[in-house]
């Protein structure tokens, strides 16, 4: 009975190194899990961004099915944001030069704002910036909806505050999102180094089968 | 010995430099830190701006057109509405930096100046006589 402790931290530790010695290859999967049974074997059941449908800044609607074997970034920002927003869109502006010629990739910027944020001003703030829709996606809406997908789906703030700069707190994170809507890694957006570490990322999962 | 020889070394060096010259290097580290803060998140640090969002800094027109008084207001209020530099229109608003205080926009307006005007110092009173004269 002594031995049993003993032998699982032994085991702990050699899978710890074991695990050090190979090198970085795959992605977390972030958010709750699930579990049950099939056919007598336990299958994990990974966090999952739920269907969803919001209009562009070209008036088009835009659903899941739009991302479907698509990796992607998502962020939630509001056009008038006059605090981390700018900084998070120069970073965007990273990934979407970068990736440029590659279809497999997509940007997907959430209004949190979308009373001001109609479909009209998105299409010009885009076009200031000289991004274009299928591969920048600026996305509007039903503010609960979006409220929602981004605490429960994505695991970021966004709420209404008078007192903050702008009339909004939100978070500065840029969330990735696999091929199969699955999050796989949340990054400070506001950060260049940070947004390193998504750059790395994105090619990890663009090996992923 | 070595101190002495040190402290000697710094106030020869010093001495070389005027008042008005170490005051004016002050502003423009100073400055430099308040432009971090505050202007850095949309017209970039190296004054660049970002595409046709938000206007840059360097290498414009702007220094020409605009006088020290109105970019002080510009600063302190915001800006709304249609601005022109280097012949293209930017639609989008600047917030108000109401926080920003007299020495500090001295202090900013300085460092812009040596970075991309002419280089010559916005005092203090300069920078309090505009504010008073903002609309």
New interface residues.
């Given amino acids: 009975m002594q031995l049993k402790p003993i032998a699982l931290n032994v085991l702990v530790v050699l899978s710890l190194i074991i695990a050090s010695c190979q090198e970085k290859k795959s992605l977390p999967f972030l958010g709750p899990k699930d579990t049950h049974l099939i056919d007598g074997k336990v299958d994990t059941i990974y966090h999952q961004i739920p269907p969803f449908r919001f209009l562009n800044q070209d008036s088009t609607w835009v659903s899941e099915k739009d991302l479907s074997g698509k990796i992607y970034v998502a962020d939630f920002f509001f056009?008038?944001c006059?605090?981390?927003c700018?900084?998070m869109?120069?970073q965007l502006?990273r990934i979407y030069e970068r990736y440029a010629s590659n279809d497999q990739i997509r940007i997907l910027s959430h209004s949190i704002d979308p009373t001001f944020d109609t479909p009209i001003v998105l299409k010009?703030?885009a076009?200031?910036?000289?991004v274009k829709a299928p591969r920048w996606n600026m996305l509007t809406g039903d503010k609960a909806a979006i409220y929602k997908l981004g605490e429960k789906s994505y695991m970021v703030t966004a709420q209404e505050d008078k007192n903050e700069?702008?009339g909004f707190v939100h978070s500065g994170a840029f969330i990735l999102v696999d091929k199969n809507r699955h999050v796989r890694g949340i990054y400070d957006g506001t950060q260049e180094t940070e947004v390193n570490h998504l750059i790395e990322d994105i090619e990890i999962l663009l090996q992923e089968k | 010995m070595k101190s002495i020889l040190f402290i000697s070394l710094v106030v020869l060096f010093a001495s070389c430099q005027s008042k008005e010259e170490i005051m004016y290097q002050q502003y423009v580290v100073e400055g430099r830190s308040i432009y971090e803060k505050n202007c850095a998140?949309?017209h970039?640090s190296n004054g660049s701006g970002?595409?046709?969002?938000?206007p840059a800094l360097a290498k414009t027109d702007l220094w020409k057109r605009v006088n020290a008084q109105q970019l002080v207001c510009i600063i302190k209020q915001g800006q709304k509405g249609e601005i022109k530099v280097n012949g293209k229109s930017y639609?989008?608003?600047?917030?108000a930096n109401t926080k920003l205080e007299a020495i500090d926009i001295a202090e900013l307006v300085t460092f812009m100046k040596d970075n991309w005007g002419d280089k010559k110092i916005y005092t203090f009173d300069e920078a309090r006589t505009a504010l008073k004269n903002c609309p």
């Fill in positions: 056009t008038s006059p605090t981390i700018p900084k869109k120069t502006l010009q703030y076009e200031r910036l000289q700069a702008g | 998140n949309c970039q970002l595409r046709d969002l938000y639609s989008g608003y600047m917030p």
